[in-house]
């Protein structure tokens, strides 16, 4: 046999030693002592698994928890105190401080005559903190000191409060004032288009407006007011609401609650009316209002407010929600209220607004209530049953109507608060914040701010983009970061609000 057929027979005995020992080309030169896989790749039940899809959060409903306060806190009970730099006689005024007012008690000494004074600290006007000495006689360590007497049989107490609903989260709201009529022409596409260049993030559109006539055609309306639905100006309200919905629009629905002279005619019975002669009672502009004392009328209000929530409102804003103008309660002896359930109009006015909540609720939408912008700074309810810790401690919003056009001259010693919007928001806001303070769940204070010229007013200014800038910042030195502008028109200043 020669060489080369030795050589052929090697490799073919070879290759077989290669085949039947399940060596291969490209096998490890080190060797393996990792056993061999016997699972079949093409059987499904030999496949790893697949890492599990994350399982989403479960949605847990917070409350807000009450405001509290440390022990050695005082609430100012006087209306304008003095802080002296000492106890003694004619000791040297360092400064004031204004009802309502929050110091740290630091000291208490008595005087000659046995008279307590109180040595604390407090934040003053410019923010920055600083310490002297008041009378005791006009401080507190009780929060409901505050009160005034005819107010405290109504109910302060922490009120469960979300942090925020599901599917409904909280907006930091930029808004603006539509009405039945903007919301379905042509006129709702130009706000979209401004809100889209703008801050503005929030639409409040009448669902039931001042005259009582509805948005879209509802079941309580035609229970209770038939004649409401007459003129509904958006015959496809699911459709309004993807097109706001689809543009990022927060939306409010504002319901006026009892000023109603459609509700009124279909319920004469319900209407104010005046003793002597029976007719209905009426404000300059003549529309009737239907008694706040009229659970009837809760019900249509809560009832439309929840045809609202189910179409999709993020928000419920009852406005009126107050008794009308009596020139300052001197009207009261001539009007018959047709209250028969012997309730002051403050507690009329909680009553309603917890009876609200309550039944709105389940719906998972926000309740705001406007009020007189004022109303923050009396210490009274105006005779219009808006008592500014009665109604905050309830809702989620309290919005003060802070139209500069709508102050009496020389309040907050402003000669025409009209010209002069940011010097008048600021006041009436600070007012405002230092009020809220002191309750256990106080509402998030969101401002009405003028964004109209008032020519009826004298020494009126006009209003425009400068002025609306104006209240914005008196809002925001006052830590207040969330208002609505309004214009009956609904014709607003972009240039206040442009990105």
Same mark, same amino acid.
């Given at each position: 046999?020669?060489?080369?057929?030795?050589?052929?027979?090697?490799?073919?005995?070879?290759?077989?030693?290669?085949?039947?020992?399940?060596?291969?080309?490209?096998?490890?030169?080190?060797?393996?002592?990792?056993?061999?896989?016997?699972?079949?790749?093409?059987?499904?039940?030999?496949?790893?698994?697949?890492?599990?899809?994350?399982?989403?959060?479960?949605?847990?409903?917070?409350?807000?928890?009450?405001?509290?306060?440390?022990?050695?806190?005082?609430?100012?009970?006087?209306?304008?105190?003095?802080?002296?730099?000492?106890?003694?006689?004619?000791?040297?005024?360092?400064? $004031?401080? @204004?009802? #309502?007012?929050?110091?740290? +008690?630091? =000291?208490?000494? *008595?005087?000659?005559?046995?008279? %307590?004074?109180?040595?604390?600290?407090?934040?003053?006007?410019?923010?920055?903190?600083?310490?002297?000495?008041?009378?005791?006689?006009?401080?507190?360590?009780?929060?409901?000191?505050?009160?005034?007497?005819?107010?405290?049989?109504?109910?302060?107490?922490?009120?469960?409060?979300?942090?925020?609903?599901?599917?409904?989260?909280?907006?930091?709201?930029?808004?603006?004032?539509?009405?039945?009529? $903007?919301? @379905?022409? #042509?006129?709702?596409?130009? +706000?979209? =288009?401004?809100? *889209?260049?703008?801050?503005?993030? %929030?639409?409040?559109?009448?669902?039931?407006?001042?005259?009582?006539?509805?948005?879209?055609?509802?079941?309580?309306?035609?229970?209770?007011?038939?004649?409401?639905?007459?003129?509904?100006?958006?015959?496809?309200?699911?459709?309004?609401?993807?097109?706001?919905?689809?543009?990022?629009?927060?939306?409010?629905?504002?319901?006026?609650?009892?000023?109603?002279?459609?509700?009124?005619?279909?319920?004469?019975?319900?209407?104010?009316?005046?003793?002597?002669?029976?007719?209905?009672?009426?404000?300059?502009?003549?529309?009737?209002?239907?008694?706040?004392?009229?659970?009837?009328?809760?019900?249509?209000?809560?009832?439309?407010?929840?045809?609202?929530?189910?179409?999709?409102?993020?928000?419920?804003?009852?406005?009126?929600?107050?008794?009308?103008?009596?020139?300052?309660?001197?009207?009261?002896?001539?009007?018959?209220?047709?209250?028969?359930?012997?309730?002051?109009?403050?507690?009329?006015?909680?009553?309603?607004?917890?009876?609200?909540?309550?039944?709105?609720?389940?719906?998972?939408?926000?309740?705001?209530?406007?009020?007189?912008?004022?109303?923050?700074?009396?210490?009274?309810?105006?005779?219009?049953?808006?008592?500014?810790?009665?109604?905050?401690?309830?809702?989620?919003?309290?919005?003060?109507?802070?139209?500069?056009?709508?102050?009496?001259?020389?309040?907050?010693?402003?000669?025409?608060?009209?010209?002069?919007?940011?010097?008048?928001?600021?006041?009436?806001?600070?007012?405002?914040?230092?009020?809220?303070?002191?309750?256990?769940?106080?509402?998030?204070?969101?401002?009405?701010?003028?964004?109209?010229?008032?020519?009826?007013?004298?020494?009126?200014?006009?209003?425009?983009?400068?002025?609306?800038?104006?209240?914005?910042?008196?809002?925001?030195?006052?830590?207040?970061?969330?208002?609505?502008?309004?214009?009956?028109?609904?014709?607003?200043?972009?240039?206040?609000?442009?990105?």
């Amino acid at each position: 046999m020669n060489q080369k057929n030795v050589l052929a027979i090697l490799i073919v005995i070879l290759s077989l030693s290669l085949i039947f020992t399940g060596c291969s080309v490209g096998a490890n030169p080190m060797g393996s002592t990792k056993e061999e896989s016997t699972e079949d790749p093409q059987d499904p039940a030999s496949q790893p698994e697949e890492p599990a899809e994350p399982e989403e959060p479960v949605f847990v409903q917070e409350i807000i928890p009450e405001v509290t306060f440390p022990e050695n806190t005082l609430f100012i009970t006087g209306r304008k105190i003095n802080v002296r730099e000492d106890i003694t006689k004619g000791a040297k005024v360092l400064g $004031s401080l @204004s009802r #309502a007012s929050q110091v740290t +008690l630091l =000291e208490e000494k *008595k005087d000659e005559q046995e008279e %307590t004074w109180l040595k604390v600290s407090y934040i003053d006007d410019s923010g920055k903190e600083e310490t002297g000495w008041i009378s005791g006689k006009h401080a507190s360590k009780n929060w409901l000191d505050l009160i005034g007497e005819e107010f405290k049989d109504m109910d302060y107490t922490p009120q469960k409060k979300v942090v925020e609903y599901e599917n409904n989260p909280r907006v930091k709201v930029r808004g603006i004032y539509v009405t039945i009529w $903007s919301a @379905s022409n #042509a006129r709702l596409d130009s +706000l979209i =288009e401004m809100a *889209k260049k703008t801050d503005i993030n %929030t639409f409040v559109i009448d669902v039931k407006e001042d005259k009582g006539y509805m948005l879209f055609p509802t079941k309580a309306a035609e229970k209770y007011s038939p004649e409401a639905n007459k003129h509904a100006t958006v015959k496809d309200i699911q459709a309004l609401m993807k097109k706001l919905k689809d543009n990022n629009i927060y939306t409010i629905a504002r319901i006026v609650s009892f000023k109603d002279p459609l509700y009124t005619a279909h319920n004469p019975d319900k209407a104010i009316i005046y003793k002597d002669t029976g007719k209905p009672f009426t404000n300059n502009d003549g529309l009737v209002w239907a008694s706040p004392h009229d659970r009837n009328l809760w019900e249509y209000n809560i009832e439309v407010a929840k045809e609202a929530a189910e179409v999709g409102f993020n928000e419920i804003q009852f406005d009126y929600v107050r008794f009308p103008a009596s020139d300052g309660g001197k009207l009261d002896k001539r009007l018959d209220y047709r209250n028969t359930t012997g309730e002051s109009k403050p507690a009329t006015i909680q009553n309603y607004l917890k009876y609200a909540r309550e039944q709105l609720a389940p719906k998972n939408v926000y309740i705001s209530a406007d009020v007189y912008g004022l109303v923050g700074s009396v210490e009274d309810d105006m005779a219009l049953g808006q008592y500014w810790e009665a109604i905050s401690n309830i809702v989620d919003y309290i919005c003060p109507m802070m139209y500069p056009s709508h102050y009496a001259n020389h309040t907050y010693g402003i000669p025409v608060p009209d010209a002069n919007p940011y010097g008048t928001v600021y006041n009436s806001t600070k007012d405002s914040v230092r009020r809220n303070k002191n309750i256990p769940t106080p509402a998030i204070i969101r401002p009405w701010i003028q964004d109209f010229t008032a020519p009826w007013v004298k020494g009126y200014i006009k209003y425009g983009d400068q002025q609306v800038i104006d209240q914005i910042k008196a809002l925001e030195e006052n830590g207040v970061d969330e208002y609505l502008l309004w214009n009956p028109n609904n014709k607003y200043s972009e240039g206040a609000v442009t990105k």
